[in-house]
């Protein structure tokens, strides 16, 4: 697969019939090769085994990436399959059969993934020999094929009970949908950065004054880690248990070419310092005054349903990122650690620039190279990596293909069938949609996501490296977040992202933590400084830069 260096002409093709749209709130920025690779399959085959369960029309995502960027494109489903999809539909809601995909995670799919990923990070691999490692990385790979399928399976599960509430409740009233998704605060606690892992480490720091010290020793924040992590009981215990449940997961990224916690050490140490100082577990779930207030707005026949839909989403709303959290997202930091651990032997023989350049290889060529038989060289491999770190998501096109076309019309499908689809049109819709550039206004316009105001400093995040200058109280300015950047959270005053839409990652962590949060600005990384002071709406999407 041969991508155009970062200074050449990049010509964007679409990858097959019908429409392409890009995926800039998953996919930033352009991915490895590697992932180009493996994402798309697995994606694909979960989507589909969930969308036959579920009734829908649409039989897959058709998922590529051109140039490194993510596109996707609706795949009908076959109208021999039309009977047997109605037939599902009619017991979508009737059953909630959402409640038994959350049944079965919760007993069989996570910890089965928990015990899988936990036994690949008991190997050693810089122990192995050259062939055990290369057997070790398949195995790697395997999980990681297996995790992205997982997630998507579930896809449906976390997304379809807040489509059908957004669906009803937009019928219902004209308020901003920001403020009612936002009753769903408290119902998914790693969401919130919240780990009962952490919450044991902050408490065994608290009693132990050599362990602050430690904290707040100025040491490097890998130091830091290394030391609490081989101390001697409870401590040691307790560090070891947070850096296994969170150290081996990707930060900011579904792309394995991009570092796991452990590798951003500042952003792992202010976390665990934000949680010392706040004893207090904070109870962040909403009262019984926000609901009644919002509850008012319904029309008053509708208001036992409205309460039924809000109770779904409320149960199904931790889904929504614990099956990125302990399937691919988990099992993508296990692979980047294979991977690594094989780059550096590679690195030290000098048939590669650095450890991370394997990962810009296909799997065909990463066999190649730990066999000594050939394979891309190291100048190839460090401007495949340059081309990642130089390109944008916003600077590639918007939609590939054929000119995007409205859906057909559903007049005369039975009634359970429109519900499932409007459900699913409302949810995907809410993933990425957003308001257009408005480079002439004072004001940056996006989407109000989660509600309130707050006012404090930028800080702009443009790599995952930049993450360990962030401190309590920033408002977080990146380009877009995901499942894994949940772990630095609660050291954010608010979230302003240029992707995404309602039910974005950055709107339903900000609702979850109880913090402003703006999405589908499309530019605020261009247009606000990093350091400048800035105040969030997310009632309205406004952002405002402060003067000075």
């Not at 070891?240 to 394995?256: E, I």
């Amino acid at each position: 697969m041969n991508r155009p260096t970062p200074s050449a002409p990049t010509a964007f093709e679409a990858p097959g019939p019908g429409t392409w749209s890009v995926d800039a709130a998953h996919f930033p920025r352009p991915v490895s090769h590697f992932q180009a690779e493996i994402h798309p399959p697995g994606i694909t085959s979960g989507f589909l085994e969930c969308a036959r369960r579920y009734g829908l029309l649409i039989d897959t995502l058709d998922f590529r990436f051109v140039n490194g960027f993510a596109y996707s494109s609706p795949v009908p489903a076959a109208e021999a399959d039309i009977p047997a999809r109605f037939t599902a539909a009619e017991e979508v809601f009737r059953t909630k059969i959402w409640r038994e995909d959350l049944e079965r995670w919760d007993r069989d799919v996570k910890p089965a993934s928990i015990k899988t990923h936990q036994a690949l990070l008991a190997v050693d691999p810089a122990t192995l020999s050259d062939d055990e490692l290369m057997t070790y990385v398949d195995r790697c790979r395997d999980n990681l094929q297996r995790m992205i399928h997982q997630h998507h399976s579930f896809n449906l599960a976390a997304i379809l009970p807040v489509g059908d509430f957004m669906a009803h409740v937009g019928a219902w009233t004209s308020l901003p949908m920001g403020e009612f998704l936002a009753l769903t605060r408290g119902s998914a606690p790693e969401s919130a950065g919240s780990f009962p892992e952490m919450d044991r480490l902050a408490e065994e720091i608290r009693h132990r004054p050599d362990a602050r010290e430690l904290l707040e020793s100025g040491q490097a924040s890998a130091e830091i880690l290394e030391q609490l992590r081989h101390e001697s009981g409870s401590l040691g215990e307790a560090t070891r248990a947070y850096l296994d449940v969170v150290g081996d997961r990707l930060l900011n990224s579904l792309d394995t070419a991009e570092p796991r916690a452990i590798e951003v050490p500042d952003a792992l140490v202010a976390r665990i310092r934000l949680a010392v100082a706040q004893p207090a577990h904070r109870d962040g779930a909403v009262t019984e005054g926000e609901v009644a207030r919002l509850r008012d707005k319904i029309p008053l026949e509708h208001r036992v349903q409205f309460d039924e839909l809000l109770d779904e989403v409320r149960l199904m709303s931790r889904l929504r990122d614990e099956r990125g959290f302990y399937s691919d997202v988990w099992a993508g930091g296990v692979m980047r650690r294979a991977l690594l651990a094989a780059g550096e032997r590679l690195a030290a023989e000098g048939r590669i620039d650095a450890a991370a350049h394997l990962i810009e290889a296909s799997y065909e060529e990463i066999q190649a190279l730990l066999r000594r038989a050939g394979g891309p060289g190291a100048a190839e491999l460090a401007e495949r990596a340059r081309y990642r770190e130089e390109q944008r998501a916003e600077n590639a096109p918007a939609e590939l293909g054929d000119p995007a076309s409205p859906p057909p019309p559903m007049d005369g499908l039975p009634p359970e069938v429109i519900r499932v689809m409007t459900a699913l049109v409302t949810a995907i819709q809410s993933l990425g949609a957003g308001p257009r550039d408005q480079r002439d206004s004072p004001v940056i316009k996006g989407i109000g996501a989660s509600p309130g105001t707050y006012s404090g400093r930028a800080r702009v995040i443009d790599t995952i490296a930049d993450l360990g200058r962030l401190e309590q109280g920033d408002v977080l300015i990146t380009a877009a977040t995901t499942d894994s950047f949940n772990i630095v959270l609660p050291l954010l005053g608010a979230i302003v992202t240029n992707a995404g839409g309602l039910l974005s990652h950055a709107a339903i962590v900000g609702r979850e933590y109880g913090i402003p949060s703006v999405v589908g600005t499309r530019n605020a990384t261009e247009r606000i400084a990093d350091g400048t002071r800035v105040t969030v709406d997310g009632t309205t999407g406004d952002v405002r830069i402060d003067a000075p």
